[in-house]
C-alpha cells in the first residue's frame, strides 16, 4: 500500500511567483511594466529585490498585495501566498489574504498608521480581525509585540498616537502591524530610506531577527545595496520589469555577473579604497513605451553583441536550481556574437 506524502508547511515557499507580468492599457497601446517575473521566497528567508527607479521593484511588491493601481492588470503568470493562489481573487477575497497571510511595511509609516487613533487601538483592531481574540487578550498581544519591537514602556506607550513616536519608533509599530495577523510574508518597500543611518541599521536588525523568530518570509524593495548586504539571504536584481540576476547576497555582491550588476557594484564606494571616480552606467533605465528588442540592457552595456540586440536572453540557473540562483545574460547562454 502506497501512503500518499505531502509537504509540511515549513516546505511550502511563503511566497511563489512564476512568469508574472503586468500590463497597462493605454490609448497608445500596452505597456508591459513586468515581463515574466519569477522570485521564490522560502519561510524565514528575507529575499532583497534592488534596481533602478523604474525597475519594477516596487511593481512587483503591489502585485503580490493586490494593490495594482487601475487600469494595471496581471497579464500572465501565477502568484501563491504560503502555497495559495491569490493572483486570480478578487478584492473582498484579497483583503482577507491581506494582514493575515501577508504583510506591509512601507516607506513612511506615517501612511500606515491613522493618526486619529492611538496604536492600542489600530494594533488591537488588526489582531481581532485575523484572530478569534477576545479583546483583552488581543491587548496582551499587541503589549507583547510592541516589546519585541523594542518599544520601550509598551504597556504605557500603546495607549499613545502616532504623532508622540519619532520616525524610527513609529516604523516599529508598523513591524508589529505587519506581524500583528502572524502572515507569512510581509512586503518590506523602502522600510529605511525615511530613517537616519544610525535607526536603520537598528531597523533592519530587527526586521531580520523577528522574520527568523516567526518564520516569516520577506520581500525586501529597496535601492539601497548597504541595506541588502546587512540584511537579507538572497538578492533578486530587476531592471526594466525582469529579474536579470539572483542568487546568494554575498555570491551576487561579490561576484556579479550581469554586467548591469557589476555596474551597479562598481558604482559603490568601497572603505580604504582609493579611486579617482567611481564607475558609472552609462544612459537611463528604458521608459516602459520604448524598451529595446533583444536584452533590454543592451544599450548601456560594454559587453553587448549582435545577439543582444536580437535574443531575449532567459534565466540561466546558476547553483541548485533557478529558485535559488541564475542570470539573464547571453554570455551565459549561447554568447553575445
Given at each position: 500500500?502506497?501512503?500518499?506524502?505531502?509537504?509540511?508547511?515549513?516546505?511550502?515557499?511563503?511566497?511563489?511567483?512564476?512568469?508574472?507580468?503586468?500590463?497597462?492599457?493605454?490609448?497608445?497601446?500596452?505597456?508591459?511594466?513586468?515581463?515574466?517575473?519569477?522570485?521564490?521566497?522560502?519561510?524565514?528567508?528575507?529575499?532583497?529585490?534592488?534596481?533602478?527607479?523604474?525597475?519594477?521593484?516596487?511593481?512587483?511588491?503591489?502585485?503580490?498585495?493586490?494593490?495594482?493601481?487601475?487600469?494595471?492588470?496581471?497579464?500572465?503568470?501565477?502568484?501563491?501566498?504560503?502555497?495559495?493562489?491569490?493572483?486570480?481573487?478578487?478584492?473582498?477575497?484579497?483583503?482577507?489574504?491581506?494582514?493575515?497571510?501577508?504583510?506591509?511595511?512601507?516607506?513612511?509609516?506615517?501612511?500606515?498608521?491613522?493618526?486619529?487613533?492611538?496604536?492600542?487601538?489600530?494594533?488591537?483592531?488588526?489582531?481581532?480581525?485575523?484572530?478569534?481574540?477576545?479583546?483583552?487578550?488581543?491587548?496582551?498581544?499587541?503589549?507583547?509585540?510592541?516589546?519585541?519591537?523594542?518599544?520601550p514602556g509598551a504597556d504605557e506607550r500603546i495607549d499613545h498616537y502616532p504623532h508622540q513616536f519619532s520616525g524610527g519608533m513609529r516604523q516599529r509599530v508598523v513591524i508589529a502591524l505587519a506581524l500583528a495577523g502572524n502572515p507569512q510574508l510581509i512586503i518590506a518597500d523602502e522600510p529605511t530610506t525615511a530613517l537616519d543611518v544610525s535607526i536603520q541599521a537598528q531597523i533592519t536588525a530587527l526586521l531580520r531577527e523577528l522574520c527568523r523568530e516567526h518564520g516569516t518570509g520577506v520581500m525586501l524593495v529597496t535601492h539601497d545595496m548597504g541595506v541588502i548586504a546587512e540584511t537579507a539571504d538572497r538578492v533578486a536584481v530587476m531592471y526594466a520589469g525582469r529579474v536579470i540576476e539572483v542568487g546568494p547576497v554575498d555570491e551576487v555582491l561579490s561576484r556579479p555577473k550581469h554586467p548591469y550588476t557589476r555596474g551597479l557594484m562598481g558604482s559603490i564606494p568601497a572603505l580604504g579604497a582609493r579611486v579617482e571616480r567611481l564607475a558609472q552606467i552609462d544612459g537611463a533605465m528604458p521608459r516602459l513605451n520604448a524598451i529595446p528588442s533583444g536584452c533590454a540592457f543592451n544599450p548601456r552595456c560594454l559587453d553587448a553583441g549582435p545577439r543582444c540586440r536580437q535574443v531575449r536572453p532567459a534565466m540561466v540557473a546558476e547553483g541548485k536550481g533557478a529558485a535559488e540562483g541564475g542570470v539573464a545574460c547571453l554570455v551565459y547562454d549561447g554568447g553575445v556574437q
Open positions: 500500500m502506497t501512503v500518499a506524502t505531502h509537504p509540511s508547511m515549513s516546505d511550502v515557499p511563503a511566497l511563489d511567483v512564476r512568469g508574472l507580468s503586468v500590463e497597462f492599457p493605454t490609448r497608445k497601446g500596452v505597456l508591459t511594466a513586468l515581463s515574466e517575473v519569477s522570485l521564490t521566497i522560502q519561510r524565514g528567508e528575507i529575499v532583497g529585490v534592488v534596481g533602478e527607479s523604474g525597475a519594477g521593484k516596487s511593481m512587483t511588491g503591489m502585485s503580490v498585495l493586490g494593490l495594482l493601481e487601475p487600469p494595471g492588470r496581471i497579464s500572465a503568470g501565477e502568484i501563491r501566498i504560503g502555497g495559495k493562489r491569490t493572483d486570480n481573487l478578487g478584492e473582498s477575497e484579497m483583503a482577507h489574504i491581506r494582514g493575515r497571510m501577508v504583510g506591509a511595511i512601507f516607506q513612511d509609516p506615517l501612511t500606515s498608521l491613522n493618526p486619529l487613533f492611538s496604536i492600542g487601538q489600530q494594533l488591537i483592531e488588526t489582531i481581532r480581525l485575523h484572530s478569534d481574540r477576545n479583546r483583552a487578550e488581543a491587548k496582551a498581544h499587541a503589549i507583547d509585540l510592541l516589546k519585541q519591537v523594542g518599544i
